[in-house]
């Protein structure tokens, strides 16, 4: 069975850090293009951070660059996602996806931003 | 950032009929080997996204024949040739010709 299941949400202060993690399984995780995107409560999606299948190339929205990190795992077939520097606008459901000739997405993780 | 634009965002139809919904791009999606990154993605509740259509047009395996995708440029369709119980659910466009890649506010099908 194809799955991809996240982990590491919760509530943060502004300014604190978390740390994301996507376990991929049932397909070859590593020959896809990995993703975080994520969903603002009553917001529409947006793409976070994308990395190239060999890991030579990472993408970030403008407006996370230098505070998140995009990662990866081949031994462990997971993907990270490092945030740093948190903020109340960074309040959003997660989701890790994976996109190559087949398309999967986990089902988010909650991250909550918030003194 | 390229906006893309919906409609309708709520879509009533009845059973058996045909449904259309429309997604339009702020910059064109044409990419430079003549393609474009256009994909239609539906969510049922509780689910996660499915893809159903990439590159504008290619059905994915196991996705039923009534569903097609069209469009050039910055103007692109999904149609459901006949609505069935199971097609309810949000549907959305994504296009990943410019990074970031941005996506469609989303549609809901209501049967």
């Known amino acids: 069975e194809v799955q991809l299941v996240e982990s590491g949400g919760g509530l943060v202060q502004p300014g604190g850090s978390l740390r994301l993690s996507c376990a991929a399984s049932g397909f070859d995780f590593s020959n896809h293009w990995k993703n975080w995107v994520r969903q603002a409560p009553g917001k529409g999606l947006e793409w976070v951070a994308n990395?190239?299948?060999?890991?030579?190339?990472?993408r970030y929205v403008d407006s996370v660059k230098g505070r998140f990190t995009i990662s990866r795992d081949n031994a462990k077939n997971s993907l990270y996602l490092q945030m740093n520097s948190l903020r109340a606008e960074d309040t959003a459901v997660y989701y890790c996806?994976?996109?190559?000739?087949?398309?999967?997405w986990g089902q988010g993780t909650l991250v909550t931003v918030s003194s | 950032d390229v906006v893309m634009t919906q409609s309708p965002l709520s879509l009533p139809v009845t059973l058996g009929q045909p449904a259309s919904i429309s997604c339009r791009s702020s910059?064109?999606?044409?990419?430079?080997?003549?393609?474009?990154?256009l994909e239609w993605f539906q969510q049922r509740p509780g689910q996660s996204p499915r893809r159903l259509i990439y590159g504008v047009s290619n059905r994915d395996s196991g996705v039923p024949d009534r569903f097609s995708g069209s469009g050039s440029g910055t103007d692109f369709t999904l149609k459901i040739s006949t609505v069935e119980a199971e097609d309810a659910g949000v549907y959305f466009c994504?296009?990943?010709?410019?990074?970031?890649?941005?996506f469609g506010q989303g549609t809901k099908l209501e049967i």
């Open positions: 910059q064109s999606l044409m990419y430079s080997d003549g393609g474009a990154y």
């Open positions: 994504i296009q990943y010709t410019h990074w970031p890649h941005t």
């Open positions: 990395m190239k299948p060999d890991g030579s190339e990472k």
């Open positions: 996806a994976a996109w190559g000739s087949s398309v999967h």
